[in-house]
């Protein structure tokens, strides 16, 4: 069975026009591109019994940790194979599995879009809640430089 997901997720990926680099045995990694969060990592593994799908959302938060895990665990209440969780530094990601016998071409398709659909709506809103101080100087630099605003500095992106 492994062959035929194997098989499955790189026509998948391909047919998406995503490039794939394999990372090792049966682990594949990709970028997806969203509006507001313009790169997403996504690495798929393939294992003995589920495909998993991992993805860096964001760094350890600089500050407002409260709200922003209240923000994701929100989001975790969304039906789906895909969820917010913490790494082993504390550090953001989008994690999901789909069993081997149920991957085909549509939960395939679901899963990356989960993926791409969470990190793009949740992007802004965790940056000005967890890098707020960062965003402010940033904000402040271009304004010296000439430069205009960061969309994601902003209220209305």
Do not use: C
């Not at 391909?14 to 049966?26: H, K």
């Not at 409260?66 to 923000?71: D, G, L, P, S």
Request: hydrophobic share 40%; aromatic share 6%.
């Amino acid at each position: 069975m492994s062959g035929q997901v194997r098989e499955l997720v790189l026509a998948v990926l391909e047919a998406a026009g995503l490039e794939v680099t394999e990372v090792g045995d049966d682990r594949w990694m990709t970028m997806l591109e969203g509006e507001w969060k313009r790169t997403i990592p996504l690495l798929l593994t393939l294992k003995d019994r589920r495909l998993t799908a991992t993805s860096l959302f964001a760094g350890v938060p600089d500050e407002g940790h409260e709200e922003v895990y209240r923000i994701l665990l929100q989001r975790n209440q969304r039906p789906g194979p895909v969820h917010f969780a913490l790494d082993d530094e504390g550090e953001l990601i989008l994690t999901g599995a789909l069993p081997l016998a149920a991957v085909d071409e549509e939960s395939l398709d679901e899963l990356l879009g989960q993926v791409l659909t969470l990190s793009d709506e949740t992007f802004n809103q965790v940056l000005r809640t967890g890098f707020a101080s960062y965003l402010d100087a940033e904000q402040r630099w271009r304004a010296k430089a000439g430069l205009p605003p960061n969309p994601v500095g902003t209220h209305d992106g």
